[in-house]
């Protein structure tokens, strides 16, 4: 968020001990502040303790979101000698010492608790006289954010910490269920008190928090427990508040033009300001891009890592619906790629089945996939003039209001009432800008095809569906055997270590 990145926060930070004995648990918890003073009459400083619980959500680990999405079988993790522990999660082969779950779990709990810091902060700005309602919204904002990383790391690890206060011997473990009811009671504390615009629309901080935000999450945790009319009923306001679209270049949306569009009701924002050099806050796109391809742009650099592959299940399933426009966006071909469809029955591929992108980027043979992702793949030619890396300035789209339209569509056939149309509208719209013909009285089924073709490679979407519905046999591919004891990752072993609380909870439970 370019004002968010330019403008000095208040952020403390907290000294966590990480539950290591009870003694450490009943020292005196230090809130440490990195300026040298704060003024806590100050709507600024106020403002900057904000924009601090801001910039901890937006300093997402390149490994975290790889992570929540690979078990899907729309992904594939690309290079499985050189990532073992990621090729294996990938087949349910869970090590609960491999360094990534402990980093997943470790950021997303410290980026939680310190947004938490953050809330307890405002308070003080209230106590100092700062308007009351202008906190009431700050805060509010912070808990859509927390709320947010709790249902993630909720959907990777189950039953994780509920964190509403950093007196760590108030931090408890809850059953996920559970969890999921007590986000969708803070998104209706929230929900009053933030502004009624689109993201895109606010002045203050651009793409930032606002009700429709918070909306949006409450269908996604009530979702999770199949409380469909809850769902519907938030999803229902989303739509009914006419406030967002669908965006109409479908290709452009996870590029440069796609920023801030009015359809991204979240987006993890980053820039370089426009600048050919200096300070670039960017994502490590790198991690998803091909080993090898010729840029359209010469000065662009040419070599990714590979480890984030469409499947070639994915892809079968786009081919045989005729997808064209979705399935162009959502994946990028080698030739070797293309020769294993031929080999496999699929000889008439449509002319944009090849290797060379849209805008001119050529994606050569390399080892680690056959496929790449092109939601996570910006055009060369879109980068900023003299910017050489991969994806740089580029935002990372979160929730989209074509993922709300399908949670409202599969609310509906599954007993929901609504009043913000039919199931068939919301499918119907999304499905014209794929230009595909409209369906008439939508089934369940026919929402979970259009969000696998709509939403795949994308925050592990269809894999925490299938989840949910326990439809085993989807994630059964290529090889790979899914049951419902596999849903869930393993704690990390060296939180397991640090946290007593967490231990207690495990011996309890297993």
């Known amino acids: 968020m370019k004002r968010i990145l330019i403008i000095k ?11 290591n004995c009870t003694s450490q648990l009943d020292e005196e918890q230090e809130l440490v502040v990195q300026q040298d003073e704060i003024d806590f009459s100050s709507p600024d400083a106020a403002f900057g303790a904000l924009v601090g619980a801001y910039e901890k959500f937006q300093n997402v680990g390149w490994e975290q979101i790889p992570l929540i999405s690979v078990r899907g079988d729309d992904v594939n993790a690309g290079g499985k000698g050189d990532q073992p522990g990621f090729a294996d999660t990938d087949n349910f082969i869970y090590d609960n010492n491999f360094w990534m779950y402990n980093v997943t779990w470790e950021n997303w709990f410290q980026d939680a608790l310190q947004i938490t810091a953050q809330i307890e902060q405002l308070e003080l700005f209230r106590a100092g006289g700062v308007n009351s309602n202008l906190i009431d919204q700050y805060i509010a904002e912070c808990k859509t954010l927390r709320a947010f990383i709790t249902l993630e790391m909720s959907r990777v690890f189950g039953d994780v910490y509920k964190i509403e206060t950093t007196n760590q ?26 502004l009624d615009v689109a993201p895109n629309q606010r002045q203050d901080i651009p793409g930032g928090i606002t009700k429709y935000t918070a909306l949006a999450v409450k269908a996604m945790v009530n979702l999770e427990n199949g409380n469909y009319q809850e769902v519907a009923d938030a999803a229902g306001q989303v739509i009914s508040s006419n406030k967002f679209q669908l965006y109409s270049d479908y290709y452009n949306l996870f590029n440069i033009p796609g ?15 426009g600048q050919s050099s200096g300070e670039n806050v960017s994502h ?13 742009n010469s000065e662009a650099s040419t070599g990714g890592w590979g480890f984030y592959e469409p499947s070639k299940k994915y892809i079968k399933f786009m081919l045989d619906r005729n997808e064209t426009i979705r399935l162009e966006t959502s994946v990028l071909f080698t030739n070797r790629g293309i020769a294993e469809l031929n080999d496999e029955g699929y000889t008439n591929l449509p002319s944009f089945v090849n290797n060379t992108t849209r805008y001119g980027d050529v994606i050569n043979n390399y080892a680690r996939a056959l496929f790449v992702s092109g939601k996570h793949f910006l055009p060369t030619v879109q980068l900023t003039e003299g910017r050489t890396g991969i994806g740089t300035n580029n935002n990372y789209t979160v929730i989209r209001y074509a993922e709300v339209l399908l949670m409202y569509a599969e609310a509906l056939t599954r007993g929901a009432t609504g009043n913000a149309g039919t199931a068939d509208q919301a499918v119907n ?9 409209p369906l008439s009285n939508v089934t369940s089924q026919q929402v979970k095809d259009e969000k696998f073709a709509e939403l795949a490679m994308e925050w592990g979407i269809r894999y925490y569906d299938m989840v949910r519905l326990e439809q085993t046999d989807e994630l059964s591919y290529d090889g790979r055997t899914f049951s419902m004891d596999k849903a869930f990752l393993p704690y990390p072993l060296a939180q397991l270590d640090q946290s007593y609380i967490l231990r207690e909870y495990y011996e309890a439970n297993n």
């Open 9 to 19: 926060s208040v952020l403390i930070t907290v000294a966590v001990l990480m539950f």
């Open 169 to 194: 011997t108030e931090i408890v473990v809850l059953p996920k269920a559970e969890l999921m009811s007590w986000l969708s009671d803070q998104m209706d504390e929230a929900i009053p008190y933030l």
């Open 259 to 273: 920023k801030l569009a009015n359809e991204n009701i979240l987006e993890i924002q980053y820039t370089d300001f």
């Open 284 to 296: 490590l796109w790198a991690f998803y891009a091909p080993q090898n391809f010729t840029a359209a």
């Open 429 to 437: 719209l999304i499905r014209a800008r794929a230009q595909l013909s």
